[in-house]
C-alpha cells in the first residue's frame, strides 16, 4: 500500500482512529435492546450517567464502586470517545460510554426497570428563549428515566442555572412517580480531579451555587 492508498474504513488523509470497543460503542455497534449481563459480563446493579461529557463522574465512581457497572451516554463522540479512552486506558471492567442521543438510547435500547440509578449532571441549559425547545429535561424524558429505573431506583440531578433547576424539578413533580431525598451536601475538593463532574468542577471554581436534586422512584 503506498501514502496514498487508505485501508478499508480509514478515510483519505485522516489518521486512523483508535479501536476503543467496548469502552465507546455506538447504536450501530448493538444488535438490538441491550441485556446487562452481557454487556458488563455480570449481574451487579448498573448505573447510567446520561450526557457524561468526558466522563470524570464515570472514572471516579466505577473506581470506587468496582461492584457496580457504569454506562454513561454522550451525544458528542469526540468527548464521548475522551472519556472512554481514560476507561480504556486502565482497562476499567465496569465502565462503558455508548455514542447515542440519550432519548433514543432509552426509549428503544435499555431494557424497562432495569437501572439502579440515573445521573444527569449540568445538561446544556440553551439560554436563548428560541433555543429552550432543546433542553433535554422534558415531560417526556422525565417519563424515559421512569421507565428504565427499577422501584426504588434514584435519579441525581445537577445542575448550576436556577432556572432549568426549576425545569427540572417541575417536570419531577408533576410526574408524580419519584420522591424527593437527601442530596449529597458539597465537600471541599482535595485536588484538581476530586469533583463529581468536569462542569461541576468548572462551575464551582467560577464561584457558582450547584443545585443539587436527589429523588427515588416510588411508584
Ligand atoms: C454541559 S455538558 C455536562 C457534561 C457532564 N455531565 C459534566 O457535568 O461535566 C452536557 C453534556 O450533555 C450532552 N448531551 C446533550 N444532549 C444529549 C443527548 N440528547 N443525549 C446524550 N448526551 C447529550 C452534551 O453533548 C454534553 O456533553
Not at 71 to 86: C, M, P, S, T, V
Not at 97 to 107: H, M
Not at 151 to 169: A, I, K, Q, R, S
Request: with cysteine; hydrophobic share 35%; aromatic share 12%.
Amino acid at each position: 500500500m503506498n501514502d496514498l492508498e487508505t485501508a478499508p474504513g480509514m478515510d483519505a488523509g485522516q489518521p486512523a482512529r483508535e479501536d476503543l470497543s467496548p469502552w465507546f460503542l455506538t447504536l450501530d455497534d448493538l444488535s438490538g435492546p441491550l441485556a446487562w449481563p452481557d454487556f458488563f459480563g455480570n449481574t451487579g446493579p448498573v448505573e447510567l450517567d446520561i450526557g457524561c461529557g468526558r466522563g470524570l463522574f464515570l472514572f471516579n465512581t466505577s473506581q470506587e464502586h468496582p461492584e457496580r457497572n457504569y454506562l454513561g451516554l454522550e451525544i458528542d463522540y469526540k468527548e464521548g470517545r475522551r472519556g472512554a479512552k481514560r476507561l480504556k486506558k486502565v482497562a476499567r471492567p465496569n465502565a462503558r460510554v455508548l455514542g447515542c442521543d440519550a432519548r433514543r438510547a432509552l426509549a428503544e435500547f435499555l431494557p424497562q426497570a432495569s437501572v439502579a440509578a440515573v445521573h444527569v449532571y449540568f445538561p446544556d441549559p440553551w439560554w436563548k428563549a428560541k433555543h429552550h425547545k432543546r433542553r433535554l429535561f422534558t415531560a417526556e424524558f422525565t417519563q424515559l428515566v421512569f421507565d428504565v429505573l427499577q422501584p426504588g431506583g434514584e435519579l441525581h440531578g445537577w445542575t448550576d442555572v436556577f432556572d432549568y433547576w426549576e425545569l427540572m424539578t417541575g417536570h419531577i413533580r408533576e410526574h408524580g412517580g419519584f420522591t424527593e431525598r437527601a442530596a449529597p451536601d458539597e465537600r471541599e475538593a482535595q485536588h484538581h480531579m476530586d469533583y463529581h463532574t468536569s462542569f461541576e468542577r468548572k462551575k464551582r471554581l467560577a464561584g457558582w451555587p450547584i443545585y443539587r436534586g436527589r429523588w427515588q422512584k416510588t411508584v
